[in-house]
Nanobody
Framework: QEHLVESGGGLVHPGGSLTLSCLVS????????MRWLRQAPGKERELVAL????????EHADFAKDRFSIYRDYDENRVYLRMNSLKPEDTAMYYC?????????WGQGTQVTVSS
């Protein structure tokens, strides 16, 4: 059974930092492209960042460049999203996604709220 479990969300002040974590089990972690997406109330889900199976290619959305960083740990089967200089508009539910060919698995999400 495939499981993706996000953690690390919470309430943070503007300018603060958070690191999200996604623990992956039940699938071959090294075969999957891992993605972080987010969805704010009333908005569509959008891609934040992705990393290829080998960890050699990363892509970040324009709003995430220079502030967010995706990386993965093969020993722990985890993918992380380090978020710095957080803004109120970063408030959203953040989701972890694993994708390989036709396989597409999702976590339940972790809430990030940026507010003073």
């Amino acid at each position: 059974q495939e499981h993706l479990v996000e953690s690390g969300g919470g309430l943070v002040h503007p300018g603060g930092s958070l690191t999200l974590s996604c623990l992956v089990s039940g699938l071959s972690f090294r075969a999957y492209t891992m993605r972080w997406l987010r969805q704010a109330p009333g908005k569509e889900r959008e891609l934040v960042a992705l990393i290829n199976p080998e960890g050699t290619y990363r892509e970040h959305a324009d709003f995430a460049k220079d502030r967010f960083s995706i990386y993965r740990d093969y020993d722990e089967n985890r993918v992380y999203l380090r978020m710095n200089s957080l803004k109120p508009e970063d408030t959203a539910m953040y989701y972890c996604n694993a994708r390989h060919n036709r396989d597409d698995f999702w976590g339940q999400g972790t809430q990030v709220t940026v507010s003073s």
